[in-house]
């Protein structure tokens, strides 16, 4: 996993094959993203990262805008969370517009961040092959070039809602270490000696012939006490009476 941070100015940055977490930083970056790898995340952490920018190209000194390349939809991650933008509008709404300028005249509008009335987190704007996602980072639900998040989506023409990053599961639920798993075989191991013990005590009472046939009736069974215990021993090698 490939976990890239950008600097102050605009960078040209390239994401691994195994995904990671990119953050751009200030400037207008140049994000490509490996095609076909695993799960990228790209994390803003102010607005100010990606400023709206329709005339100076990503990557270039005076941009300011990012513009990602490779987004996988359904895959691939936008990190807004530093926004801490209500759960309630934590959505987008998809629009289309014809030009860059038609989505700046959209943008003056009071209700462009409205769908249907209800207030969104994020605009996902719609431009030809591309997609810009204009983000109401400070969530006074009108569009600010000084003040909200602006990003471009190339080669891009659909989003999912479930692109916004989430806290890992992992991370809340962190994998057992290689002790844990000794410990819980061990006691696994001690139970079913208690219990193959305590058969064999019971199997005292019946006549000798019929002990081993008795005992290794048991072990061949589903039981819980004996998920371990192989199903090709033979009376002879897995008990002893």
Known sequence: MLNVTGGTASDMIAGGWAGGLLVGGKGGDAIALYAGGGVDTVAYLVAGDSKQDFVNAAGAAAGTQDAISGFATGIDKIDVKAFALDVAIRAFVAKTYATTALLSAAEAVADFYLD???????????????????????GDHLFSAARDLVVKLTGVTTLAQGMWSTPSPRSRHPLPTPAFVMQGFLRLQRYQLIHLNKLSAAAGYLPVAQRAEFLYSLVMTDEPGFPLLRRNSSPQSSINL
């Open 116 to 138: 249907g009335g209800i207030k969104q987190g994020a605009v996902a704007a719609r431009v030809g092959s591309d997609t810009y996602l204009v983000v109401d980072a400070n």
